[in-house]
Every structure is written in C-alpha cells, then in structure tokens.
T-cell receptor, first 109, second 112 residues
Framework: RKEVEQDPGPFNVPEGATVAFNCTYS??????FFWYRQDCRKEPKLLMS???SGNEDGRFTAQLNRASQYISLLIRDSKLSDSATYLC??????????FGQGTELSVKP | SQTIHQWPATLVQPVGSPLSLECTVE??????LYWYRQAAGRGLQLLFY??????ISSEVPQNLSASRPQDRQFILSSKKLLLSDSGFYLC???????????FGSGTRLTVV
C-alpha cells in the first residue's frame, strides 16, 4: 500500500465549478500535511499547508481528518489557470515528505 | 530571501556516460536537502536526503550517488548512466521542522 494515495484523475470541469480532491495517508505518525501544485514540465510548488482545524486561502480550502487519515482540497469557482496536477503530501516524521501520485485537473472554458 | 539553483535545465546523455547534477541553496544555513526523481507520468520518488555536510541517506538502491561537500551544495552523480535513469530530477530544501519543501526548477535528463 502506498503511504499517500490520491485519485489520479483526470478531473475535467467547467470554469466556475467546485472541485474536491481527496487523499489518504497510511502513517498515523505523520504530523504535517501539504498540498502542492505542479504545472506541466515544471517543479512542484507549495499551494498550502493543511492544519487540523482546516484552513482557507481564497478559493482554496484544505481539511484534515486525523481519525480517518484523510486530507482534502476544495477549489471553488475554478479558473482556467487552476489546470495543473495537485499533489498531496505527508511528513513521515523522518524529515522526509512523502508525495502522492497527484491528481490532474483540467478546467475547460 | 532563500533561493535554490539547479542546473542544467535539460541534459541528453548516452548510456554508460557519467552524470553530475548540482544544486545550491542561498539565503539559509544548515538546510535539509533532497534529490527526487519523477519519471514520465509518475509520482515523485525520493532518492537521497541530507541533514548536514557529508551526511547522505539513500532511499532507493540504484545506479546513483549523492554528495554534500558544502553546507548549501548537493550533488547527484552516476558513474555510468542507464536508460532507466531518464527522468525529471528535482532538488529541494527545507528548514527542519514543519515547513514544506521548496524545489529547484529541475533537470530533465534523457539517456539515449
């Protein structure tokens, strides 16, 4: 079983749609979680950290459920520029971040 | 501010040739440094990480090695490249703790 699992997609949505990405992690000792965005042929870039109480940054909302070992990312009012691959990441407490395979999002006009 | 430099951006090398990719970080001291590889259409695979000068941990036994000769320099090497070494190589750094990584712009390696 992979340490961090995501639905690979692709998710094809129209502009303005709300889209949700889900992620599960297997290491219950993981303490820190992140969402990264990766554009085609580019390096991943940190989108947001995920906190236990949930956190919001503009159109983006991240949630963490430690009991279920589940992380989510919600994008509201999606834009064409949101098209990218979204990577779920868990800190395994060894100083290493473990990345999911990524979920591809394509926002269409 | 902190910056991370990685070069070259693209590289085409014949099978059996050596490899040296360099990564340097500016604006911070004693960072944790990482090398990842991303094969086409695949996720990120951690290859090596380092918490200090001369300290290298290998995650996956393979044809590659890493060295950290200076605090803010991390080098990925191979003596003889294989076709399977092709991929997108990414260097990353973080300050130990709860922060995420910052990645370099990556090197796209094609072994022919």
């Amino acid at each position: 079983r992979k340490e961090v699992e995501q639905d690979p997609g692709p998710f094809n949505v129209p502009e303005g749609a709300t889209v949700a990405f889900n992620c599960t992690y297997s290491n219950s000792a993981s303490q820190s979680f992140f969402w990264y965005r990766q554009d085609c042929r580019k390096e991943p870039k940190l989108l947001m950290s995920v906190y236990s109480s949930g956190n919001e940054d503009g159109r983006f909302t991240a949630q963490l459920n430690r009991a279920s070992q589940y992380i989510s990312l919600l994008i509201r009012d999606s834009k064409l520029s949101d098209s990218a691959t979204y990577l779920c990441v868990a800190d395994n407490q060894g100083g290493k971040l473990i990345f999911g395979q990524g979920t591809e999002l394509s926002v269409k006009p | 501010s902190q910056t991370i430099h990685q070069w070259p951006a693209t590289l085409v090398q014949p099978v059996g040739s050596p490899l040296s990719l360099e990564c340097t970080v500016e604006g911070t001291s004693n960072p944790n440094l990482y090398w990842y590889r991303q094969a086409a259409g695949r996720g990120l695979q951690l290859l090596f990480y380092s918490v200090g000068i001369g300290q290298i941990s290998s995650e996956v036994p393979q044809n590659l090695s890493a060295s950290r000769p200076q605090d803010r320099q991390f080098i990925l090497s191979s003596k003889k490249l294989l076709l399977s070494d092709s991929g997108f190589y990414l260097c990353a750094w973080r300050v130990s703790g709860v922060t995420g990584y910052t990645f370099g712009s990556g090197t796209r390696l094609t072994v022919v």
